[in-house]
């Protein structure tokens, strides 16, 4: 009785595979290597908003990478997340510009109400709580990105309501 072996590529889904097939053409053919942030985000998004070491050695197969150059990837992007995460990922800028106008307030307020720490999710794994360094929006100081969104010019008021209209 044979074993048919599983490529790596094959932990991709179609949809996700089309997705990085639409960045693939952005670069030259003999440089397929170019796509592995893209291609790391969309195979993240696929497994729920966190990479596995099976699904880097899919990118890797599927880009026909080193794996060590995905993982180099993968390990150096904040954005990249190797465990589990909430429905929600706050991603608290806590560089100088924002730790000059309060990221400390907000990190503090954001553990009180959520009862986690920086790098937890909370038990219902509805939001995960990040530091991360500088996100560019510094005359928006301080601020935190959730999803693809950034919100600027926090204050208490203004996180509970974006935190309850959050679906």
């Known amino acids: 009785m044979s074993q048919t072996t599983q490529a790596p590529s094959d932990l991709i889904n179609a949809e996700s595979k089309q ?14 290597q170019s796509a592995v942030m893209a291609a790391l985000r969309i195979v993240q998004e696929q497994n729920g908003g966190w990479l596995t070491l099976e699904l880097m050695d899919a990118v890797a197969d599927y880009l026909d990478m080193d794996k060590i150059h995905v993982y180099e990837v993968a390990t150096f992007y904040s954005m990249y997340e190797h465990k589990p995460v909430g429905k929600h990922k706050i ?21 009180d109400k959520l009862n986690i720490k920086l790098g937890e999710t909370t038990e219902d794994n509805q939001f995960t709580l990040k530091e991360v360094e500088c996100l560019g929006a510094c005359s928006g100081a301080p601020m935190f990105q959730i999803g693809e969104h950034y919100y600027e010019n926090l204050t208490p008021k203004k996180i509970d309501e974006i935190l309850a209209g959050l679906k």
């Open 91 to 111: 991603c608290v800028c806590t560089n100088i510009s924002c730790m000059s106008c309060g990221s400390g307030k907000i990190v503090e307020y954001l553990e």
């Open 19 to 32: 997705d990085i097939d639409h960045w693939l053409t952005k670069y030259p053919e003999d440089q397929k």
